[in-house]
């Protein structure tokens, strides 16, 4: 039997146009595996969700529509 972790990540990084070499988003997602693995988390997967956001009544009556967004959320796993 397994219990699971899911860790949102942000779906873009920032870095400094001087210091950018390419492998960013790879190192972001390696620190972030290894400090769960440190704490006996297994990895598992990277997955993009999508969400939805419906506008308030205001909004709505104003003819704002729905906003989406997606979002990276990293799956980790460790027995029970």
Same mark, same amino acid.
Not at 16 to 33: C, I
Not at 54 to 75: F, H, R, W
């Given at each position: ?10 779906? @873009? ?9 390419? @492998? ?13 693995? !440190? ?7 990277? %997955? !993009? ?9 205001? %909004?709505?009556? !104003?003819?704002?529509?729905?906003? @989406?967004? !997606? ?10």
């Amino acid at each position: 039997m397994f219990e699971y972790k899911m860790v949102q990540i942000p779906p @873009n990084i920032a870095v400094q146009m001087k210091t950018h070499k390419g @492998n960013e988003a790879a190192a972001y997602l390696e620190n972030v595996v290894n400090k769960y693995a !440190s704490e006996g988390w297994e990895f598992q997967r990277v %997955d !993009s969700i999508g969400v939805q956001v419906q506008p308030g009544c205001m %909004d709505a009556l !104003s003819g704002k529509k729905a906003e @989406n967004s !997606s979002y990276y959320v990293i799956t980790f796993r460790k027995e029970k």
